[in-house]
T-cell receptor
Framework: DVKVTQSSRYLVKRTGEKVFLECVQD?????MFWYRQDPGLGLRLIYF???????EKGDIPEGYSVSREKKERFSLILESASTNQTSMYLC??????????????FGPGTRLTVL | AQKVTQAQTEISVVEKEDVTLDCVYE???????LFWYKQPPSGELVFLIR??????QNEISGRYSWNFQKSTSSFNFTITASQVVDSAVYFC?????????????FGPGTSLSVIP
């Protein structure tokens, strides 16, 4: 079974702090994604990566950056956390690049609160 | 533009009732895929089904069934004889070959509560 793990289930940070959210997948998937989930808005794509050191902006990249130094690990970085970044953050992976056929495999999510 | 609409924000049913979750999509692409995912209280989205735009056959898997109708751009999900374990948020999603990357458009989700 594919397993996607996220470093924290719950995180509380203060405004202005730098925040790192880590995601690891164990099935050699090419694609990795970061979403945020907010009530009534569904899942919105922040960034995705289809290869090591490659990244593409999603729908809402402002205020975020990402890093993919190894194939299995994809990090989301909030350079200076703000209260409007309080949300549930979901990491996902899928097998092949540029294939709309792929289902995505999700981690359990990190609920981030910025005070 | 691509869009997925799930008009039902929240649904409550009593255990053993049947329930249908609606999904309406918009795309100009002729080749696309539709998905349903389940997000239980634990938070992890789980893939349920994938359907491609050329296959309009309905599908049944145990108590779950899916009705895909291109004429109405709908991909509805029915749970028969609902159980408490079906309580979750359900997302309908769309991806199309016309996009330049593996972008999936998710609907806003429908929160289903099954009451014992």
């Amino acid at each position: 079974d594919v397993k996607v793990t996220q470093s924290s289930r719950y995180l509380v940070k203060r405004t202005g702090e730098k925040v790192f959210l880590e995601c690891v997948q164990d099935m050699d998937h090419e694609n990795m994604f970061w979403y945020r989930q907010d009530p009534g808005l569904g899942l919105r794509l922040i960034y995705f990566s289809y290869d090591v050191k490659m990244k593409e902006k999603g729908d809402i990249p402002e205020g975020y950056s990402v890093s993919r130094e190894k194939k299995e690990r994809f990090s989301l970085i909030l350079e200076s956390a703000s209260t409007n970044q309080t949300s549930m953050y979901l990491c996902a992976s899928s097998l092949y690049r540029a294939s709309s056929y792929n289902e995505q495999f999700f981690g359990p999510g990190t609920r981030l609160t910025v005070l | 533009a691509q869009k997925v609409t799930q008009a039902q924000t929240e649904i409550s049913v009593v255990e053993k009732e049947d329930v249908t979750l609606d999904c309406v999509y918009e795309t100009r692409d002729t080749t696309y895929y539709l998905f349903w995912y389940k997000q239980p209280p634990s938070g992890e989205l789980v893939f349920l089904i994938r359907r491609n735009s050329f296959d309009e056959q309905n599908e049944i898997s145990g108590r779950y069934s899916w009705n895909f109708q291109k004429s109405t751009s709908s991909f509805n999900f029915t749970i028969t004889a609902s159980q408490v374990v079906d309580s979750a948020v359900y997302f309908c999603a769309l991806s199309a070959l016309g996009t330049s990357y593996d972008k999936v458009i998710f609907g806003p989700g429908t929160s289903l509560s099954v009451i014992p």
